[in-house]
């Protein structure tokens, strides 16, 4: 009988040593369902969803305070990929937040820019290039296409310019063909 | 000949289409005449596209640099004959996007005037600084993949090279153009494996050529006689040309998934590489022309020495004519070659052979069937993959599975396709698979700097504001010493002056 106890006790101790060391050894920072949720969201930093980025959004839906169909950017593809992590139901873009639109880049008009640089404050990736009174330029390789940068040109001179195939990006179709005809037509 | 088959290590699957290699090697090779204006497209080769060197209106001599190359993976542009530069512009090229891209026009002048050849003593330098003029040769792996040849030579010092392959397998239907450049100058071509051999160390050099090709065969013996190069016959079997089979069938050496062949000590190059690489070291003429194989529904199939950028329209009506069956015209082989999008198209480094295609020709693809699994493909496959299954992936866009199932391996040789009995297009569906999976990771890779920039510029923005907060207490706290010492001063001053009253005061006192 104290044997059994003492067999007890000491094992006690031991897992909870063993488990006490690991809790501190492996401790994971933060939380690591925001930052999974964050992966999947396309990083345009648009804030379309509601909330000031995608990091921010990834955290709404991880406390299950946002939807999964709120990223325009994402689409419908996003939204499936959200919900099978999350493991709920997937639902359709959420049409309030704004539809899906083919990848664009901004592009300033560098004859009308006035130099204010308030589309550089605007660009959550630091994107535009310029200085107070001086031309403003968009780096393209590193624009998102968020679009904030649009409203607070006075002058009206940034535009959005669709992303076109070049031999580059250019992909092989999904195949087409041909299936056998059954009966008459 | 046969005696020459000899431990021959044979790979599983491939096929052996009709080969209609012998149209075209009834003729000798000829030399195309220069057109009135060549091409020349800036991306003719695997990686970087090369940098301008020239403007609109400069003269350019035969074997001038144009274009150089941007980085370590890309080549140089030479001008194919003297001439002017008329154009810099964009043009569709032999690329099945059929998508334009950035092309030099070159009017020639006549004259085919060279810039100074140099020879090279290439066995007085040693490979560094061989490989580094390399750079500047322009050539690329004339085998169809175009892949810069100064960077095959490349080795790290970790790695030594035992043999060095010499593809002339040519396994491809149609395509002669290995064939009549070995018939016709075999001793090019065992002079560039000899300089090959040297830059890379090898111990051993090897070429490979298919059973089916006996005059080439002879003309490389008699070429090799007084080399120790070996050349070694391989039984005719598609794709015995693609480079880690031709290993494995040479040395019985399976190279394993995710490593290259250099991993193992051995490096491949096609018989157009090395004889490219003996004219710029030997002759110094960069690279500016390859043999191309004309044939199909034209009069008179034959191969054609051809300057880059040549018009294909030009290749075309030396080969007596467009047939008016032609329906479309297939650069590279019927097994792994693409649909030219039109025919308006430059001659490039890759283009290895035009045939014109007709109905007569190439059967109308016949209706597809549903996949019965019979794995019949897997039977085929050469690289031991399940091509059902990888079907079944990419059909479905389980992007994932696919890769699982190696789709990456998959050396689209098309051996899947032409057995298929339900007549599905498989390595169509395989090429959308990779192409998207690439897509994906380039749009994931994109994402991440994306969230790397506006972390960072977070970060910038909340130290900016601490920064600015640090400075106005600093200022604040400055203020409140002025503030002090202003105090205490005033206070001096105050009892300095009530001092000097009272001592007025004092002594009025004392006088009264």
Redesign the interface.
């Known amino acids: 009988m104290i044997t059994a106890l003492l067999v007890m006790i000491l094992l006690a101790i031991l897992l909870g040593l063993v488990l006490g060391y690991s809790a501190i050894k492996f401790k994971v920072d933060g939380d690591p369902m925001v930052a999974r949720i964050d992966a999947i969201l396309p990083q345009t930093q648009c804030g379309q969803c509601g909330y000031p980025g995608c990091k921010p959004y990834a955290t709404a839906i991880a406390k299950g305070e946002a939807d999964i169909n709120q990223c325009p950017p994402g689409g419908d593809a996003g939204a499936k990929a959200l919900a099978e992590l999350m493991g709920v139901e997937f639902k359709p873009l959420n049409e309030e937040h704004g539809i899906q639109k083919p990848k664009s880049v901004a592009l300033i008009d560098e004859s009308t820019c006035i130099g204010c640089t308030l589309c550089i404050q605007a660009c959550p990736v630091d994107a535009i290039l310029g200085a107070a009174k001086q031309m403003h330029t968009i780096i393209s390789s590193e624009c998102t296409g968020c679009e904030l940068c649009l409203p607070p040109c006075p002058v009206d001179c940034i535009t959005m310019e669709p992303i076109l195939e070049s031999s580059e990006t250019w992909k092989w179709k999904y195949p087409i063909y041909n299936i056998e005809k059954i009966g008459k037509v | 000949m046969l005696m020459q088959i000899k431990k021959i290590f044979k790979f599983n699957g491939g096929v052996h289409p009709d080969g209609n290699k012998a149209e075209s090697t009834h003729l000798p090779i000829a030399r195309l005449p220069i057109p009135k204006k060549l091409v020349l497209p800036l991306?003719q080769h695997v990686g970087n596209i090369a940098k301008l060197k020239v403007k609109i209106g400069d003269h350019v001599l035969k074997g001038q640099m144009i274009a150089e190359a941007d980085g370590n993976i890309s080549a140089s542009i030479h001008a194919p004959t003297s001439g002017k530069i008329i154009k810099i512009s964009e043009e569709v090229?032999p690329?099945?996007?059929g998508?334009?891209?950035f092309c030099l026009t070159l009017e020639p002048d006549f004259k085919d005037q060279w810039i100074e050849k140099k020879s090279i003593q290439w066995k007085k330098l040693d490979s560094a600084t061989l490989i580094q003029t390399l750079t500047h040769s322009g050539i690329v792996g004339l085998g169809g993949a175009v892949f810069p040849t100064h960077m095959k030579l490349k080795i790290n010092k970790t790695q030594s090279i035992n043999t060095l392959v010499i593809n002339a397998a040519e396994c491809e239907p149609f395509i002669t153009c290995d064939d009549m450049l070995i018939r016709e100058r075999a001793d090019e071509i065992i002079q560039g494996a000899l300089i090959t051999q040297s830059i890379l160390n090898a111990k051993h050099c090897m070429i490979g050529i298919e059973d089916n090709k006996i005059e080439a065969f002879q003309s490389l013996t008699k070429a090799a006689k007084k080399t120790s190069i070996e050349i070694k016959v391989v039984p005719t079997i598609y794709p015995s040309g693609d480079a880690k089979r031709l290993i494995y069938l040479l040395m019985g050496i399976e190279v394993p998934k995710e490593k290259r062949s250099i991993d193992l000590g051995i490096q491949v190059f096609n018989v157009a590489t090395v004889a490219a690489i003996y004219r710029y070291i030997e002759l110094g003429e960069p690279s500016i022309n390859r043999i191309v194989t004309v044939t199909g529904n034209v009069k008179t199939p034959q191969n054609y020495e051809v300057l880059f950028g040549t018009p294909l329209p030009e290749l075309i009506k030396n080969a007596d004519g467009k047939e008016t069956k032609i329906d479309k015209f297939i650069m590279g082989g019927p097994m792994m070659g693409f649909d030219l999008p039109s025919i308006n198209v430059p001659v490039t480094k890759a283009m290895n052979c035009v045939i014109g295609s007709s109905p007569e020709l190439f059967l109308p693809?016949k209706?597809?069937?549903p996949c019965i699994r019979c794995a019949r493909c897997a039977d085929a496959c050469p690289v031991y993959l399940q091509p059902q299954e990888l079907y079944w992936f990419s059909k479905s866009s389980q992007l994932e599975k696919a890769i699982d199932y190696n789709l990456f391996d998959c050396i689209e040789c098309g051996c899947c396709t032409y057995v298929c009995p339900s007549n599905i297009?498989l390595v169509?569906?395989y090429?959308?698979a990779?192409?998207?999976i690439i897509?994906e990771e380039k749009?994931k890779e994109?994402?991440?700097?994306?969230?790397e920039?506006?972390?960072?510029?977070?970060s910038r923005i909340e130290r900016e504001k601490k920064e600015r907060a640090e400075r106005n207490a600093q200022k604040a706290l400055g203020a409140q010493e002025k503030q002090a010492t202003d105090e205490k001063k005033l206070a001096i001053s105050d009892a300095i002056k009530r001092v000097k009253k009272n001592q007025q005061e004092n002594i009025k006192n004392k006088n009264e």
């Open positions: 991306r090229v690329h099945p996007s998508l334009p891209d693809p209706p597809v069937m297009p169509q569906f090429r959308y990779k192409s998207e897509a749009a994109a994402a991440n700097t994306a969230r920039r506006n972390e960072f510029r977070l």
